[in-house]
T-cell receptor, first 115, second 111 residues
Framework: NAGVTQTPKFQVLKTGQSMTLQCAQDMNHEYMSWYRQDPGMGLRLIHYSVGAGITDQGEVPNGYNVSRSTTEDFPLRLLSAAPSQTSVYFC??????????????FGDGTRLSIL | QQPVQSPQAVILREGEDAVINCSSSKALYSVHWYRQKHGEAPVFLMILLKGGEQKGHDKISASFNEKKQQSSLYLTASQLSYSGTYFCGTGSDNYGQNFVFGPGTRLSVLP
């Protein structure tokens, strides 16, 4: 019963490098999202998806790309890493794509440092 | 727009009560409450939907006043395990539009 799995758990990058944060869920949830968490800022929505093939921007999308080719996977790509992207990244999923009434299940997070 | 949470931090002794407030400048459809322990993922506590309901389980309950666009989380007879940061998340409709989390309230329960 894995739930939401994120990889890697830790990553250090140099400015300008690109990388992909992986997220997979095994609950057949339609809705998936990526958040970043910075001290004192809470969780800020980067991108979300209401189903395979459908993605949309959240509050802080600049510098990030997503795709949703399957129900299970929702990778987050950093195009050209910047120090301002140093953060903890959480992936979450929920049922039926309607966040109004459905609890979100979070992965354990990826701690990313950009030097 | 991010909801406002108050207080920013609170320190309690075991057995004491606490109230955490969450308010928004926008009309709300739902309020979610999550708890996050240090270094861990947020964990869902409860959802309150438009309709002014109150929910609870164990000694943690919450209310939602849609007219005032605010919700309160009540922790009764707090236990050491209640320590963590509590986040409210607010949604303005049922389809995931404009769902945002508050900045969090750090709760510390001391023996």
């Amino acid at each position: 019963n894995a739930g939401v799995t994120q990889t890697p758990k830790f990553q250090v990058l140099k400015t300008g490098q690109s990388m992909t944060l992986q997220c997979a869920q095994d609950m057949n949830h339609e809705y998936m999202s990526w958040y970043r968490q910075d001290p004192g800022m809470g969780l800020r929505l980067i991108h979300y998806s209401v189903g395979a093939g459908i993605t949309d921007q959240g509050e802080v999308p600049n510098g990030y790309n997503v795709s949703r080719s399957t129900t299970e996977d929702f990778p987050l790509r950093l195009l050209s890493a910047a120090p301002s992207q140093t953060s903890v990244y959480f992936c979450a999923s929920s049922r039926e794509g309607r966040k109004g009434g459905q609890p979100q299940h979070f992965g354990d997070g990826t701690r990313l440092s950009i030097l | 727009q991010q909801p406002v949470q108050s207080p920013q931090a609170v320190i309690l002794r075991e057995g004491e009560d606490a109230v955490i407030n969450c308010s928004s400048s926008k009309a709300l459809y739902s309020v979610h409450w999550y708890r996050q322990k240090h270094g861990e993922a947020p964990v869902f506590l409860m959802i309150l939907l438009k309709g002014g309901e109150q929910k609870g389980h164990d000694k943690i309950s919450a209310s939602f006043n849609e007219k005032k666009q605010q919700s309160s989380l009540y922790l009764t007879a707090s236990q050491l395990s209640y320590s963590g940061t509590y986040f409210c998340g607010t949604g303005s409709d049922n389809y995931g539009q404009n769902f945002v989390f508050g900045p969090g309230t750090r709760l510390s329960v001391l023996p």
